[in-house]
T-cell receptor, first 114, second 114 residues
C-alpha cells in the first residue's frame, strides 16, 4: 500500500452535483491536510486536521466541507461548486512534532467542474 | 506572512547539463525548507529538505543549501537526465506549531532533452 492514497483520481461534476473526495494514509500520522493546486498559482493550503480536530481553515468557501472521522481518513465534500474550483486537490499527512515537519502527499484528485 | 519565490520556467536543458533553480523565501522565525518534485500526472514527492541554516539537503544527485544570510535555498544538480523532467516546488514550513503547513512557490518546470 502506498503511504497516502486518494480516490478518485479524476472527477467531473456539474455545478449542482454533490461529490466527495477521499484520502487515506497508512503512515500512522496524526495530522492530515487538504491542498488545492490551480493552474499558474502556488499550492494553497485549505484545511488542517490533527487527531480528527480541525486546526486550520484558510478562508475556504463553505461549498467545500472537510470531514475527518479518524486519524487515517480525510474527506472533502463538495457541493454547488463553480468552474473556477476546477483544480488538482492534494491530500497530505505528517506526524506533528517539534522537529521534522515533512509532509507526505497523495497523487491527487483532478477535479473538473462543468 | 511567509512567502516563497522561485524562478519562472520552463527551464530547458540538454541531458548532462548543470541545473540550478533559484529559490528565495521570506519568513519569520526559523523555517524548514523543502524541495518537492511533481512528475506528470502525479502528486508531490519530497526531494530533499534542510531544517536549519547551513544544512545541505541532498537526494538523487540534487543538492540545496539553507542560506540564512541570503534567505535562499537554490536547487542544483551536476548532470541532469531526461527522467528529471518534472515540476519542482520550493516550500517552507515555519514548524513552530509542529504541523507541516507548507508555503509553496509557484513551481518551475524542467524539461530535459536527450
Amino acid at each position: 500500500e502506498t503511504g497516502v492514497t486518494q480516490t478518485p483520481r479524476h472527477l467531473v461534476m456539474g455545478m449542482t452535483n454533490k461529490k466527495s473526495l477521499k484520502c487515506e494514509q497508512h503512515l500512522g500520522h496524526n495530522a492530515m491536510y487538504w491542498y488545492k493546486q490551480s493552474a499558474k498559482k502556488p499550492l494553497e493550503l485549505m484545511f488542517v486536521y490533527n487527531f480528527k480536530e480541525q486546526t486550520e481553515n484558510n478562508s475556504v468557501p463553505s461549498r467545500f466541507s472537510p470531514e475527518c472521522p479518524n486519524s487515517s481518513h480525510l474527506f472533502l465534500h463538495l457541493h454547488t461548486l463553480q468552474p473556477e474550483d476546477s483544480a488538482l486537490y492534494l491530500c497530505a499527512s505528517s506526524q506533528v512534532s517539534a522537529g521534522d515537519t515533512e509532509a507526505f502527499f497523495g497523487q491527487g484528485t483532478r477535479l473538473t467542474v462543468v | 506572512g511567509d512567502s516563497v519565490t522561485q524562478m519562472e520556467g520552463p527551464v530547458t536543458l540538454s541531458e548532462e547539463a548543470f541545473l540550478t533553480i533559484n529559490c528565495t523565501y521570506t519568513a519569520t522565525g526559523y523555517p524548514s525548507l523543502f524541495w518537492y518534485v511533481q512528475y506528470p500526472g502525479e502528486g508531490l514527492q519530497l526531494l530533499l529538505k534542510a531544517t536549519k541554516a547551513d544544512d545541505k539537503g541532498s537526494n538523487k544527485g540534487f543538492e540545496a543549501t539553507y542560506r540564512k544570510e541570503t534567505t535562499s535555498f537554490h536547487l542544483e544538480k551536476g548532470s541532469v537526465q531526461v527522467s528529471d523532467s518534472a515540476v519542482y516546488f520550493c516550500a517552507l514550513s515555519d514548524g513552530g506549531s509542529g504541523y507541516s503547513t507548507l508555503t509553496f512557490g509557484k513551481g518551475t518546470m524542467l524539461l530535459v532533452s536527450p
